[in-house]
């Protein structure tokens, strides 16, 4: 096995062979005056190599080539290097070019309407008041939606790690009814057709229904048509909650963004529809208020069909979300 050492001119070692060289045993070496033994062990001036450590544009190159290597290896794109260099207690750093690669955090629509009915699924178990059910939506939606995907990319933008932190908001990225008016249209439409319509003379003019308690409506005859209110408001859900269907379906039917195709799709949440199903007599006794919000939905359905056969809304779909957890893709 050939030694490897290399001596000064009193046969001192000045490398053992392992590992790399010291700046004293290369200026050494560049000087002629190192040394390595020959086959008799005698001392030999070692001829100094060509390069003796590889140039700047060498190493780059490795580099380069290992970072490409790995970016093939996880099939991601790269775009940019970043350059760091140590002086002192600061450190400098140099970016060449701009990463194309981003961190995203968020939940898809899919995602946040499979927890948002579960959670309130749940919640309906418990045998709610009517009121206590539009409080338990409104929360949930608003807590969901700080854990969507940034809105610039739901809108096909090139994400930045900043989008996470800036767009956290308190309100899903979706057209809603009942809901506050949009003039922005997106690519969803929710519908919770058991919630009190926004024109109704029992519903609250102020934002916020987490504001909104048995001690704000208004007293029995107070003024006219809001007679009942209070019974709406503390009524219990199954009985209270059918009797907006119709309404709320007929709204979202005269959507503008809906009939311009700009929602493709559309999620229907009948939370309450278990307790109401529940109610029917085992003798298949006729309930006059679960034919009518069924009728009500299958004309929607009929209408989104329509949309979708005629071209207006030719991508569209519809899912309807029902108790524990079920979801249903309607054929159109």
Same mark, same amino acid.
């Not at 050494?28 to 450590?53: H, K, N, Q, R, W």
């Not at 949009?182 to 934002?207: A, K, Y």
């Given at each position: 096995?050939?030694?490897?050492?290399?001596?000064?001119?009193?046969?001192?070692?000045?490398?053992?062979?392992?590992?790399?060289?010291?700046?004293?045993?290369?200026?050494?070496?560049?000087?002629? $005056? @190192?040394?390595?033994?020959?086959?008799? &062990?005698? +001392?030999?001036?070692? %001829? *100094?190599?060509?390069?003796?450590?590889?140039?700047?544009?060498?190493?780059?190159?490795?580099?380069?080539?290992?970072?490409?290597?790995?970016?093939?290896?996880?099939?991601?794109?790269?775009?940019?290097?970043?350059?760091?260099?140590?002086?002192?207690?600061?450190?400098?750093?140099?970016?060449?070019?701009?990463?194309?690669?981003?961190?995203?955090?968020?939940?898809?629509?899919?995602?946040?309407?499979?927890?948002?009915?579960?959670?309130?699924g749940w919640m309906m178990n418990r045998g709610l008041l009517f009121h206590e059910y539009q409080e338990l939506v409104e929360?949930?939606?608003?807590? $969901? @939606?700080?854990?969507?995907?940034?809105? &610039?990319? +739901?809108?096909?933008? %090139? *994400?930045?790690?900043?989008?996470?932190?800036?767009?956290?908001?308190?309100?899903?990225?979706?057209?809603?009814?009942?809901?506050?008016?949009?003039?922005?249209?997106?690519?969803?439409?929710?519908?919770?057709?058991?919630?009190?319509?926004?024109?109704?003379?029992?519903?609250?003019?102020?934002?916020?229904?987490?504001?909104?308690?048995?001690?704000?409506?208004?007293?029995?005859?107070?003024?006219?048509?809001?007679?009942?209110?209070?019974e709406l408001w503390e009524g219990r859900v199954e009985n209270v909650a059918p009797q907006f269907v119709c309404d709320n379906?007929?709204?979202?039917?005269?959507?503008?963004?809906?009939?311009?195709?700009?929602?493709?799709?559309?999620?229907?949440?009948?939370?309450?529809?278990?307790?109401?199903?529940?109610?029917?007599?085992?003798?298949?006794?006729?309930?006059?208020?679960?034919?009518?919000?069924?009728?009500?939905?299958?004309?929607?359905?009929?209408?989104?069909?329509?949309?979708?056969?005629?071209?207006?809304?030719?991508?569209?779909?519809?899912?309807?979300?029902?108790?524990?957890?079920?979801?249903?893709?309607?054929?159109?």
């Amino acid at each position: 096995m050939k030694d490897k050492r290399i001596f000064d001119e009193n046969k001192k070692v000045i490398y053992a062979g392992r590992g790399a060289r010291s700046k004293k045993c290369r200026e050494m070496i560049s000087l002629g $005056l @190192a040394y390595v033994l020959d086959e008799e &062990g005698e +001392l030999e001036p070692l %001829v *100094p190599e060509t390069s003796v450590e590889p140039t700047i544009a060498e190493s780059a190159e490795k580099i380069r080539g290992a970072a490409e290597e790995l970016a093939d290896t996880l099939g991601v794109e790269i775009t940019g290097y970043e350059v760091r260099m140590e002086s002192g207690d600061k450190t400098f750093i140099a970016e060449l070019g701009t990463p194309d690669v981003h961190l995203v955090n968020g939940l898809t629509f899919d995602q946040l309407a499979e927890m948002a009915n579960t959670i309130i699924g749940w919640m309906m178990n418990r045998g709610l008041l009517f009121h206590e059910y539009q409080e338990l939506v409104e929360k949930v939606h608003r807590l $969901l @939606a700080r854990h969507q995907l940034p809105r &610039g990319i +739901l809108q096909g933008m %090139v *994400p930045t790690v900043q989008d996470a932190a800036a767009d956290a908001r308190e309100s899903f990225a979706v057209n809603q009814i009942p809901g506050s008016p949009s003039n922005t249209c997106f690519d969803e439409l929710w519908i919770l057709p058991g919630l009190m319509p926004n024109n109704h003379v029992c519903q609250p003019h102020f934002e916020g229904i987490d504001e909104v308690h048995t001690e704000d409506i208004p007293p029995l005859n107070e003024r006219h048509g809001m007679d009942n209110c209070r019974e709406l408001w503390e009524g219990r859900v199954e009985n209270v909650a059918p009797q907006f269907v119709c309404d709320n379906l007929a709204a979202a039917a005269h959507s503008r963004c809906l009939n311009r195709g700009a929602n493709k799709v559309v999620r229907i949440f009948l939370h309450w529809e278990g307790r109401l199903t529940d109610s029917i007599s085992a003798m298949n006794y006729p309930n006059n208020v679960s034919q009518q919000y069924r009728d009500c939905l299958n004309r929607f359905i009929g209408h989104c069909s329509e949309l979708k056969r005629s071209g207006d809304n030719p991508g569209l779909r519809v899912m309807i979300y029902r108790p524990n957890g079920m979801v249903e893709e309607v054929s159109l």
